[in-house]
């Protein structure tokens, strides 16, 4: 299966947008679904007060894995970390217009009112898969295929 229905299934599965992108690239990375799902666990619903989206947030630890600087003297990797991170996000503010959950949204998830317009009006359901289904997409032509 590839990383776009990968990640659009854990979604539909009922796992946060954050985790559904982390983990359906983990693998190709070195660490397991399974961690990758726990990592990624407390950073949907824009790390919970409707922030940056987490099939955002998702996409930029995927991208921290390939691209993250480890070593303290390598600002080589710190600018390519940075830049691709922006990237991403430029790609996924032209493809959807925002990358602000509340924005994508409609409305403010990080309160209680906020989270239960998003339940009755069933914004969850109609945006978030297209979420988590954009951001594997963009990663995926990003990452190009490689694999480390």
Known sequence: MDHVSK???YFEKGFMCSQAVFASFAEQFGITEKQALQIGACFGGGMR???VCGACTGALMVLGMKYGQFDENDLESRAAQSAKASEFLDKFKNRKGSYICREI???DISTDEGRNYARSNGLYSKYCPEMVRTAAEILTEMLGGDEE
Do not use: S
């Open 49 to 51: 007060k409707a922030e």
């Open 7 to 9: 990640a659009v299934q």
């Open 105 to 107: 949204l409609g409305c």
